[in-house]
């Protein structure tokens, strides 16, 4: 489901259950954050990975992990691992889809990105009308892993989830 | 402890990041714009990530009931290893971006090493943080331009704050009985190695700015020495009052 991870499948709907706190609309999994889930006689070992350094969800991310293992009968314990690092390249094509239409623009390959935020080319798709005469406000926005843009056709504010890699 | 030099060598790169992070925080709310304000946040919030990173592996290598917020908050300034460049004022916007480029331009090119490092954990932290990095660097990059290219008053005003804190840049690149001792073992990065690719980057993006290379070679240094400006003391009395007025205080 997720490149790279060691995932069972039987915690794979309990692990579907918990969604970031930022951003509602996706849940761990579709973000790729979740490296690691095995199960052994209802213990679990979760290995987790920050999006970003100074990501203040990570740790309610823990403890929601552990309150849905709880209520699904297993004793989850939760691991931060830092390699390898995260990149918006494992958010999954269904967690794409949401940040969507949750009106935040999805990030694009890393040299688009970096053309995009320059303000080189316009390429970051308004999430309101679809117009990619958009412009960058800031490259940083309200959480660490966006920034701000403008569509100058709607005149939509919306935010961009930048590209790490 | 086993390992005192690595011990002091993840502070020696910590230290810089927490009271950068620190000073930046300063602007929460009080930034020249909401932009700026939350772009400086932004770039303060990586830098304290990482620094629970760096603090959490050396409480680890530590093991005697220290951890990272100890570590962060219950020194003395004399132990403080973070260089005199970090821990200047934000006096005005050029200021800020000024001692944010000189500080990324650096940054960025020792956290490019850092991956290689024969430690693990170290290579780990850098392999996460560059990418934030590159992002502040790009942030700072671009302001410096703004400015030293926009009028009168902005080339002035950053070109100020360049001259001034030009005297701080020498230190980065120093070395302390740690850094040497962790070079050897291929652990810590030769910063020798990378002080001319350092001027060379920062004085290019000066005159595409705009704006004068600095002539002086006179440089103050002893930050990494825990010798601090008389700024330091203003700041750990912020960053540890409530440890400090709440001994173990938690959230």
């Known amino acids: 489901m997720i490149n790279h991870a060691e995932i069972d499948s039987e915690l794979i709907p309990i692990l579907d259950q918990v969604a970031d706190p930022e951003i509602p609309v996706l849940t761990i999994l579709d973000m790729g954050v979740v490296r690691y889930a095995r199960v052994k006689e209802k213990e679990v070992l979760i290995k987790i990975t920050p999006t970003y350094s100074g990501c203040p969800a990570m740790d309610v991310i823990g403890d929601d992990i552990i309150k849905a293992f709880k209520e699904a009968g297993y004793m989850a314990k939760v691991e931060l691992v830092l390699a390898p690092s995260w990149s918006t390249d494992w958010i999954t094509e269904r967690g794409r889809n949401a940040l969507e239409k949750y009106g935040i623009a999805p990030p694009l390959e890393a040299e688009a990105d970096k053309a995009a935020l320059l303000g080189g080319q316009k390429i970051v798709k308004c999430t309101l009308c679809g117009s990619t005469n958009t412009k960058l406000v800031s490259q940083f926005g309200s959480t660490a892993c966006k920034a701000l843009f403008q569509c100058e056709d709607c005149h939509e504010p919306f935010d961009y989830f930048k590209c790490l890699k | ?88 004022p934000n006096t005005d916007f050029a200021y800020t971006m000024a001692r944010q480029f000189l500080f990324d331009v650096y940054h960025f090119s020792f956290l490019t090493q850092l991956q290689n490092s024969a430690d693990n954990t170290l290579a780990a932290i850098a392999k996460k943080s560059i990418k934030e990095v590159s992002y502040h660097l790009r942030f700072s990059s671009d302001w410096i331009k703004r400015l030293g290219d926009g ?19 020498d230190e980065l690149f120093h070395q302390t009985e740690a850094d040497k001792q962790m070079i050897s073992e291929g652990v810590g990065v030769d910063t020798s190695k990378l002080k001319e690719q ?33 700024h330091m003391g203003y700041i750990l009395a912020e960053l540890q009052y409530m440890q400090r007025t709440y001994p173990n205080l938690t959230w």
């Open chain 2, 198 to 230: 350092y001027y060379n980057e920062v004085s290019s993006l000066l005159k595409e700015a705009t704006l004068e290379v600095p002539e002086s070679k006179y440089f103050q240094k002893g930050g990494k020495k825990g010798i601090h400006t008389e």
């Open chain 2, 1 to 88: 402890m086993e390992n005192n030099n690595l011990y002091n060598y993840i502070l020696g790169i910590a230290d810089n990041s927490l009271i950068l992070g620190q000073r930046l925080g300063e602007l929460c709310g009080h930034g020249p714009s909401l932009e700026t304000d939350i772009a400086c946040t932004n770039i303060s919030l990586d830098l304290l990530g990482q620094v629970r990173s760096y603090y959490q592996y050396a409480a680890q290598l530590a093991d005697d009931g220290r951890n990272e917020d100890t570590i962060a908050m219950m020194r003395p300034e004399r132990e403080y290893v973070n260089v005199l460049l970090v821990e200047q």
């Open chain 2, 151 to 169: 009028t009168e008053e902005s080339n002035k005003r950053i070109q100020n704050a360049i001259n001034d804190l030009w005297t701080y840049t």
